[in-house]
């Protein structure tokens, strides 16, 4: 089935300790993106890339990076310089349509716990 | 980081009734899309708009496309317990990025 994957569901780690949270998609979309949803709120734009081995900053890229170096993968890492890591991260992709890109796909997300 | 409102930020209604909420922004975009998101899941597409004044359907939900391209609106008829769910639109902003904007959610809750 295609579609976008991500691991683990929930992921616990210490205060101090970085974690990457896994994104693999086999849609054959050429955009990736990874946000982060806090209770009642909406999705904030961490980091996206729209072509592999370049990515961008989103609009809350501190204490987090990323790689593209291939197309269907798209990790995040969670350092230790961001402050309040425990949140629900979603990645999703989109297909690039001539300049622009096409409706985005949602994984399952993470939920990462830092105790 | 920019945000869409969006409106209400929750309802409750009964099995049967018919639900509307919308988003507006102050900027325009290229394209508008809603989704539906369960509790500890990840948002899944319901509708994409394409073109300014769009109406589209899927099945009880009918969303519109603004034709200021600052605002959209979803609407469910007869909504039933399994409606339940916290609902977003996104807006595609016009510049060379092309990203999407995310509305702040509104969380339905549906009473049998």
């Known amino acids: 089935d295609g579609g976008i994957t991500q691991s683990p569901k929930y992921l616990f780690r210490k205060e101090g300790q970085n974690v990457t949270l896994s994104c693999e998609q086999n849609?054959?979309?050429?955009?990736m993106y990874w946000y982060r949803q806090d209770p009642g709120q909406g999705l904030r734009l961490i980091y996206y890339?729209?072509?592999?081995?370049?990515?961008q900053k989103g609009d809350i890229a501190e204490g987090y990076s990323v790689s593209r170096e291939k197309k269907e993968s798209f990790p995040l890492t969670v350092t230790s310089a961001q402050k309040n890591p425990t949140a629900f991260y979603l990645c999703a992709s989109s297909m690039r349509s001539g300049v622009a890109f096409n409706e985005q796909f949602f994984g399952p997300g993470t939920r990462l716990t830092v105790l | 980081g920019q945000q869409l409102n969006q409106s209400p930020q929750s309802m409750f209604i009964q099995e049967g009734e018919d639900v509307s909420m919308n988003c507006t922004s102050s900027?325009?975009?290229?394209?508008w899309l809603w989704y539906k998101q369960d509790p500890g899941e990840g948002p899944v597409l319901l509708i994409a708009?394409?073109?300014?004044?769009e109406l589209t359907s899927n099945g009880r939900l009918t969303a519109q496309f603004g034709i200021t391209r600052k605002d959209s609106f979803l609407n469910i008829s007869a909504s039933i317990p399994s409606d339940v769910g916290i609902y977003f639109c996104?807006?595609?902003?016009?510049?060379?990025?092309?990203?999407?904007?995310f509305g702040t959610g509104t969380r339905l809750k549906v009473l049998a």
């Open positions: 996104a807006g595609q902003i016009t510049s060379g990025t092309y990203k999407y904007i």
């Open positions: 900027s325009i975009f290229n394209t």
């Open positions: 708009l394409y073109k300014a004044g």
């Open positions: 890339s729209q072509i592999v081995n370049d990515f």
């Open positions: 849609l054959n979309h050429d955009a």
